[in-house]
């Protein structure tokens, strides 16, 4: 996540800012310029303070979804090209989960901006069903809610967004991060899974790393829920519940290369250097005979997390970043940036592209 600054008075900005701690300024993120910039009213429109041209409104979730994106004068939707991705969420009478709605949207914004800045279209289902995606966001109070994705469609269960809950099931299934943008990095994955590994031509480097994704689904979540993973499960995989099934680990995958890509792109925004002993210690964790285009990304993100997990126990804190990354997950991770980096190249995600 990259930082900002405003444009009258120099303040720093931060991704959900809706008006400037300076100088009072409104501010807001321009889609098409990829930044949060100060804006000046001009009677019931938005005109951006730093003299750059347009004319804009707000996002008609402004309130329900805390949102601070901009919508073009000209442009006929009410909604900005992040919340027109959600096609279902809860009633506005429904308080709880409204404000659960409203974390939810706040972290995918998130989601599309990094998708964004790294060059991966994003496909608005409405407009394309078969290549399109879509989120539903949904309250477990009054119904069962499964948090998943199937055919383009990425479900959340917005219990996800309360705190004791989600530390709750965290501790249940053992997993080191369990956050609502890390929900929606992972469904994100299968959601490009066909796009960026099948219908690419790289499905048979994925059943070497990955395993054959033709097993059945079904029988693999019943065995990964009676018997759990393997003692050794942590040689070969990022998390326990990559261990379940290829797609599942693609996923976990993925996920983590999202978290690694924001990661070091907030440290750099904000000019965080890290130098010995972490620098060392970094550079010894990623073996250099795997010749991996990915090494140089793992070695600045050890280098840092080490440096943040030694913050992190100093301030009596668990550690900020818990994972080992084996040789193994190494090489998956670089499948994961490789495949990333050919589709963006090669524009293999064609329709009706939100960015």
Not at 79 to 107: G, I
Not at 178 to 196: D, N, S
Not at 198 to 211: K, S
Not at 250 to 272: C, M, P, Q, V
Request: net charge negative; hydrophobic share 40%.
């Amino acid at each position: 996540m990259e930082t900002f600054r405003c444009s009258v008075c120099a303040q720093l900005l931060f991704f959900d800012n809706s008006a400037c701690l300076g100088c009072g300024s409104p501010v807001a993120y321009v889609p098409e310029a990829s930044a949060v910039v100060a804006m000046r009213p001009v009677g019931a429109e938005l005109v951006r303070a730093d003299g750059t041209p347009g004319h804009y409104r707000r996002c008609a979730n402004q309130l329900a979804a805390r949102c601070n994106w901009l919508i073009p004068v000209d442009d006929q939707h009410s909604l900005c090209v992040s919340c027109r991705l959600t096609s279902v969420r809860p009633n506005d009478k429904e308080f709880e989960a409204m404000d659960a709605f409203a974390n939810a949207e706040s972290a995918k914004r998130r989601l599309i901006y990094q998708l964004e800045m790294l060059g991966l279209p994003v496909i608005d289902r409405a407009t394309d069903r078969h290549r399109g995606v879509t989120f539903e966001f949904l309250s477990s109070r009054r119904r069962a809610v499964t948090t998943g994705h199937e055919g383009g469609v990425i479900t959340l269960d917005l219990s996800e967004s309360d705190d004791a809950h989600r530390e709750f099931v965290r501790q249940q299934l053992g997993e080191p991060y369990r956050t609502v943008l890390g929900h929606l990095r992972h469904e994100i994955a299968h959601y490009y899974w066909p796009l960026l590994v099948l219908d690419a031509g790289w499905i048979n480097e994925f059943h070497r790393l990955f395993g054959d994704e033709t097993e059945p689904y079904d029988v693999a979540l019943n065995r990964h829920y009676q018997q759990g993973p393997s003692f050794d499960w942590t040689g070969s995989y990022v998390s326990q519940y990559a261990t379940m099934h290829p797609w599942e680990d693609w996923a976990e995958t993925f996920a983590h290369y999202l978290h690694i890509d924001a990661g070091l792109a907030t440290a750099r925004s904000f000019g965080i250097e890290v130098g010995e002993p972490a620098l060392s210690a970094g550079a010894c964790a990623v073996r250099s005979d795997l010749q991996l285009s990915i090494a140089p990304m793992v070695r600045d993100w050890l280098v840092m997390t080490l440096a943040l997990n030694g913050v992190a126990r100093s301030l009596g804190q668990a550690d900020l970043y818990p994972f080992v990354l084996p040789p193994l997950v190494v090489e998956k991770l670089d499948f994961v940036h490789r495949v990333v980096t050919s589709a963006i190249k090669s524009d293999v995600v064609t329709g009706d592209v939100l960015f």
